[in-house]
């Protein structure tokens, strides 16, 4: 009709998504690498032939504190015919629901990868009898939470847990950390005095300086 104002819209750039689907979220570090030539280094090679060695009628958890770091496994083992679901902090109330609801219910969905803010207190996962620790955290607590997701009252099944960390980088210095940390732990709540014995001068140090 005469004088009727036209208006136009510029199309939504397409999302870039992995193989079995899932879109690639916009601050993905998958946006900023060429995924036809991805490389992939020792961890993440460890990482998956564990996940793919384990049993077709069981499921795994893989924790990771990085939200890149996640979408990496989740890329590599979609690529290897994994379908996978992902639960990020950054995430809304829904859409969390929604992925551990699929990953409760479709047994074809064999693996959750769940990042630290996502996964606290009140998460049960107890289908899940495989547990993945893709890198250390400073508080030990922290892990023995992130196990807890599996390892679970109604939980039918053994929880094998797993920690991977890379020799000769700052990973092997944060488990040194951990294991001062469980010994104060132990020896002032749990009041072991032979925890406390075991710690040095030089160990104390290590804790409370910088």
């Known amino acids: 009709a005469d004088g009727a104002k036209k208006s136009t819209a510029a199309a939504a ?5 992995m ?3 899932q879109t690639i979220r916009k601050s993905s570090i998958l946006n900023k690498v060429d995924t036809a030539k991805f490389v992939t280094g020792t961890k993440l090679e460890a990482i998956t032939n564990y ?3 384990i ?5 795994c958890i893989v924790f990771s504190q990085f939200a890149s770091m996640l979408d990496i496994i989740a890329f590599w083992l979609q690529k290897k015919g994994l379908r996978v679901v992902k639960l990020l902090g950054s995430m809304p109330l829904v859409s969390r629901q929604s992925m551990i609801s699929q990953f409760k219910h479709d047994d074809d969905i064999r693996v959750i990868l769940i990042s630290l ?16 620790l893709t890198d250390p955290w400073w508080n030990p607590a922290v892990e023995m939470q992130a196990v807890q997701r599996a390892h679970r009252i109604g939980q039918t099944r053994p929880v094998k847990a797993v920690r991977f960390v890379s020799r000769g980088t700052v ?3 944060m488990m ?13 709540i749990d009041g072991k005095t032979n925890s406390l014995q075991r710690l040095t001068e ?9």
């Open 13 to 17: 750039p397409k999302k870039k998504a």
């Open 19 to 21: 193989n079995g689907g």
């Open 51 to 53: 996940v793919l060695n």
């Open 55 to 59: 049993p077709s009628d069981e499921k």
């Open 117 to 132: 803010k996502a996964g606290g207190e009140g998460l049960n996962l107890q289908n899940a009898n495989h547990v993945v």
């Open 171 to 173: 990973e092997e210095r």
């Open 176 to 188: 040194d950390l951990q294991e001062k940390k469980l010994l104060v732990f132990e020896g002032t």
């Open 202 to 210: 030089e160990a104390l140090q290590f804790l409370f300086t910088r």
